[in-house]
């Protein structure tokens, strides 16, 4: 069964931190590159940060810049999220994403999301 979970989410306060994790199974994740997206109430879902495949680069939404930080470690088939400061406006249901692209195919797979809401 191909899975990804992710955990960590719940309720803390403006200026505090969460650590998201995302665990895999059933495919190869080391060939995956990673994304963390994110979606509130009436909004879309929104790129929030992604990792390649070895790790070797990141990139981040202009709002998470300096806040939030993305890392994996393939020997755990994990993706992590580490978020500090966070403000309200980060209240949203927080998804992984594995993405690889092949010749001739491209596979995508999604978690069913975590909570995080930030108010005091």
């Known amino acids: 069964q191909l899975q990804l979970v992710e955990s960590g989410g719940g309720l803390v306060q403006p200026g505090g931190s969460l650590r998201l994790s995302c665990t895999a199974s059933?495919?190869?994740?080391?060939?995956?590159?990673m994304s963390w997206y994110r979606q509130a109430p009436g909004k879309e879902r929104e790129l929030v940060a992604s990792i390649t495949s070895a790790g070797g680069s990141t990139n981040y939404a202009d709002s998470m810049k300096g806040r939030f930080t993305i890392s994996r470690d393939n020997a755990k088939n994990s993706v992590y999220l580490q978020m500090d400061s966070l403000k309200p406006e980060d209240t949203a249901v927080y998804y992984c994403?594995?993405?690889?692209?092949?010749?001739?195919?491209?596979?995508?797979?999604w978690g069913q999301g975590t909570q995080v809401t930030v108010s005091s």
């Open positions: 994403n594995a993405i690889r692209q092949t010749v001739g195919r491209k596979y995508v797979y």
């Open positions: 059933g495919f190869s994740f080391s060939s995956y590159a």
